[in-house]
């Protein structure tokens, strides 16, 4: 079992920034990709950033690239970070840490959640 918690959403002004993390605990071993989703009132859940474990690769979504960075704190998954510049109000929802281990099992872990509001 893995636990995630993430931390940092806020109320931010256009073009500001904010870093999110997300702690994780428990069987983080098993863990080979993070990544972060958000969900906006009304739309569906929607992959932002991921990282994962061969190589440490990352992808981004297209409304996010040059303006989001997803990153570890160390080599470990102990703690994963979004950080995000230049917001726009469009990048309001709530966002969610992810943990996926590698076949057989795979399994998919889901934080809380936690809000970032992009408004002047």
């Known amino acids: 079992q893995v636990q995630l918690v993430e931390s940092g959403g806020d109320l931010v002004q256009p073009g500001g920034s904010l870093r999110l993390s997300c702690a994780a605990s428990?069987?983080?071993?098993?863990?080979?990709?993070m990544g972060w989703y958000r969900q906006a009132p009304g739309k569906a859940r929607e992959l932002v950033a991921a990282i994962t474990k061969p190589g440490g690769i990352r992808n981004y979504a297209d409304s996010v690239k040059g303006r989001f960075i997803i990153f570890k704190r160390d080599n470990t998954w102990n703690t994963v970070y979004l950080q995000m510049g230049n917001l726009k109000p469009e990048d309001t929802a709530v966002y969610y840490c992810n943990a996926q281990t590698p076949q057989p099992n795979a399994d998919s872990y889901w934080g809380q959640g936690t809000q970032v509001t992009v408004s002047s």
């Open positions: 428990g069987n983080i071993f098993s863990i080979n990709a």
